[in-house]
């Protein structure tokens, strides 16, 4: 167990619909990172948050984003879903040079 | 621009037999390097990493990787294998000054030990 969290584990919708998807850090850590794993992409960088505050974006798109609050937890808001936006997504919180993952979230879009 | 390369999208080796999963990289600076393993249905668990001094790192579970920066490789070793090792394996990079810290990862292997 790494200590990061992800809820839910799972989620099915439509298309054309939104999620919410949550992360809670290990404790004491305050970066969370977004990644989404797909059979054609792999696993992608999509957004950092440090602090609460945006640090880096990577392939995320505009339909997708995100936010981290006061307590530390993130969420992942994805919009306009497509079948595409299927994937496992995961979060992970960085202590010094190491990040740790939470167990994911596995979309299906329909 | 950081960029990993896993050659073998999967390596078969019988159990007790030593393994290697391959993994080479390319980063602007001086890289970090990790591995980290997905058992079906999971998330990525960390083995191991290298970010400075001995070339040869150990890691969890018996695992152990070598730096080769003249390779640009960081090949993830392990000298008796298991049929639980039977799992996919990512290799990651991160350009040392890189702020945000964020990973590239490799496209995975699967491992699969028979017994």
């Known amino acids: 167990d790494s200590g990061v969290t992800q809820t839910p584990k799972h989620l099915i919708t439509a298309t054309g619909q939104r999620v919410t998807l949550r992360c809670s850090p290990r404790?004491?850590?305050?970066?969370v990172y977004w990644y989404q794993q797909s059979l054609d992409q792999g696993l992608q960088f999509l957004i950092q948050?440090?602090?609460?505050?945006?640090?880096a974006k990577g392939n995320i798109l505009e339909r997708f984003s995100a936010q981290q609050f006061p307590d530390l937890h993130s969420e992942l808001n994805l919009s306009s879903l497509e079948l595409g936006d299927s994937a496992l997504y995961f979060c992970?919180?960085?202590?010094?040079?190491?990040?740790?993952f939470g167990p994911g979230t596995r979309l299906t879009v329909l | 621009a950081q960029s990993v390369a896993q050659p073998e999208d999967q390596v078969n080796v019988a159990e007790g037999n030593p393994l290697t999963v391959k993994c080479t990289y390319s980063?602007?600076?001086?890289?970090?390097l990790f591995w980290y393993v997905q058992y079906p249905n999971r998330g990525l668990q960390f083995l191991l990493k290298y970010i400075t001094g001995d070339n040869l790192v150990k890691g969890s579970y018996g695992f152990e990787a070598e730096f080769n920066k003249s390779q640009t490789s960081f090949h993830l070793k392990k000298p008796s294998a298991l049929v639980s090792d039977s799992a996919l394996y990512f290799c990651a990079v991160r350009d040392k000054d890189n702020a945000g810290n964020m990973l590239t990862f490799g496209g995975g292997t699967r491992l699969m030990v028979k017994p």
């Open positions: 980063v602007s600076g001086n890289p970090y």
């Open positions: 992970a919180s960085r202590d010094r040079d190491t990040q740790y």
């Open positions: 404790s004491g850590d305050l970066s």
């Open positions: 948050y440090y602090n609460g505050e945006e640090r």
